[in-house]
């Protein structure tokens, strides 16, 4: 596999259905991101298409504020077996895509359990990028996390909320 390609994978204990419609919910991508860096959508809307634009309002702690917002364009949309989108930098109305994409992959294991990958891949990141950016931004637990996360998550999706 590429240097500029860093995977994990785990085992969910959802169907995948469960799994991917909680990674097609932007709200939860806040609590599925192993660095803290994801605040929350600034369009709810969930994930339905390709070619779909979400945007997310981000930290990082650097000067002056740490405030961002990234606009994520959605390049592969297969339920419940693909989901995937590349990050960009809106300017008015264009959207600047970095070169580095998100994928998971979904692997249903009966229907109460998934094997899930994913897939952080920097390799279209041009130089003029990486000069500012060193790749990859975070260490392989940052991708763990996530998964781990992302398993909570469609777990609690699976059994609803706790009854009262």
Same mark, same amino acid.
């Given at each position: ?39 929350? /959508? ?5 994930? !339905? ?76 990141? /041009?130089? !003029?990028?990486?000069?500012?950016? !060193? ?10 996390? !996530? ?18």
């Amino acid at each position: 596999m590429s240097n500029d390609v860093m995977t994990a994978k785990t085992t969910v204990d959802a169907a995948a259905e469960d799994v991917f419609a909680v990674l097609a919910d932007p709200a939860s991508h806040a609590a599925i991101d192993g660095t803290g860096w994801v605040r929350e /959508p600034l369009d709810p809307a969930p994930l !339905s298409a390709t070619g779909q634009i979400f945007e997310m309002a981000m930290y990082f702690d650097r000067p002056p504020d740490g405030h961002y917002q990234v606009a994520n364009r959605v390049i592969a949309f297969d339920p419940p077996r693909v989901i995937a989108w590349e990050p960009g930098q809106r300017n008015g109305s264009d959207i600047a895509f970095g070169g580095w994409t998100w994928r998971y992959d979904l692997v249903p294991l009966g229907t109460s359990r998934t094997e899930v990958t994913l897939t952080y891949d920097w390799s279209a990141v /041009p130089g !003029s990028i990486r000069e500012d950016i !060193s790749f990859p931004p975070f260490g392989q637990d940052h991708l763990d996390n !996530s998964l781990g996360h992302l398993a909570d998550l469609a777990r609690l999706s699976r059994s609803g909320p706790p009854a009262r």
